[in-house]
């Protein structure tokens, strides 16, 4: 199937995520409504039972929903060569190619770029009957080398400030969407010190040279202005680039401005999509199909046959 530049068509990522928090307190409430007219009617733990599957079905389809629309997104829109790149809604697909010297994470990872997090275990409420814990983060690093992504007609620099791990609390106005094999989680119950820092728990996301790279969202040019103050020119392509020591003159610049991001391929991306849609709307299947077996059956003959 040809993928068809479709930029301009369907939910952002930011509409998507406040429509999915919508539909989600809208199966809240009717699983509360549902509740409410099924206590009378039953007299047994199904008053409860049932409401609660029907929350958690609709939030599974909700999710298979999420999951089909990020499919069709990767799966529809066109790749757009590096060296015919606009501001706008783009996908850029194409290998991670260093600029010079390397850097070194936390976790001793040679690569060019990782945001990297430290996050402490804090006990909340803890004078209440129920307290609980959470995750605070406590400390955050940020480090890039030069980098450029190329494909076969050229090569370009991104700025990946606005890229964050935290988004919702950092960048309200973008959505982010993680497709990392690089993010690495430690349950570092010992508290072992990681990048000089003692925490109890750290995430990192880096980018490797050779890394594929995966970007679908929208992109702004950043403006980039050689010795002679005069606007860079687009690049010159070429069929193998040699190693390069510094960013070449006419490379261009874009800012990263929210998206699908990742360091997996085209075709893992939307494969991941397409499980999370299956799995979830098959989820979705089994708790409604449970809450109809409990309303057409009281819960002493289901016991009695799980006996059997």
């Known amino acids: 199937m040809n993928k068809l530049n479709d930029s301009g068509k369907g939910l952002s990522l930011k509409m998507l995520f406040l429509w999915s928090i919508i539909v989600v307190i809208f199966f809240i409430l009717l699983g509360i409504v549902v509740m409410f007219?099924?206590?009378?009617?039953?007299?047994?733990?199904?008053?409860?039972?049932?409401?609660?599957?029907?929350?958690?079905?609709?939030?599974?389809?909700?999710?298979?929903?999420?999951?089909?629309?990020?499919?069709?997104?990767?799966?529809?829109?066109?790749?757009?060569?590096?060296?015919?790149?606009?501001?706008?809604?783009?996908?850029?697909?194409?290998?991670?190619?260093?600029?010079?010297?390397?850097?070194?994470?936390?976790?001793s990872q040679n690569c060019v770029y990782y945001d990297a997090y430290w996050y402490d275990t804090v006990v909340v409420n803890p004078a209440s009957e129920n307290p609980h814990t959470t995750a605070v983060q406590v400390d955050h690093e940020v480090r890039s080398s030069s980098f450029v992504i190329i494909d076969q007609y050229g090569e370009a620099e991104l700025d990946l400030h606005d890229v964050d791990l935290n988004n919702v609390q950092r960048h309200r106005e973008q959505v982010w969407i993680y497709e990392f094999n690089s993010i690495i989680t430690c349950d570092n119950s010992k508290r072992n010190p990681i990048g000089g820092r003692i925490s109890d728990r750290y995430q990192e996301l880096n980018l490797k040279a050779g890394d594929n790279f995966y970007y679908n969202g929208v992109i702004e040019e950043s403006e980039c202005e050689n010795e002679t103050g005069i606007a860079a020119l687009p690049p010159i392509v070429k069929e193998q680039p040699p190693l390069l020591t510094e960013i070449p003159t006419g490379v261009r610049k874009w800012k990263l401005k929210g998206g699908i991001i990742g360091n997996k391929s085209e075709e893992q991306i939307k494969n991941k999509f397409k499980n999370v849609m299956v799995i979830s709307f098959v989820v979705s299947v089994v708790f409604l199909v449970t809450a109809l077996i409990l309303h057409l059956m009281p819960l002493d003959t289901i016991s009695e046959l799980l006996k059997e």
């Open 37 to 107: 007219v099924a206590m009378p009617y039953y007299n047994d733990g199904r008053a409860l039972g049932i409401p609660f599957l029907i929350l958690l079905s609709g939030i599974s389809l909700l999710i298979a929903f999420v999951g089909r629309k990020q499919k069709l997104r990767v799966e529809n829109k066109a790749t757009t060569p590096i060296n015919t790149l606009s501001s706008g809604d783009v996908e850029i697909a194409g290998k991670v190619k260093a600029v010079g010297k390397t850097i070194i994470s936390p976790t």
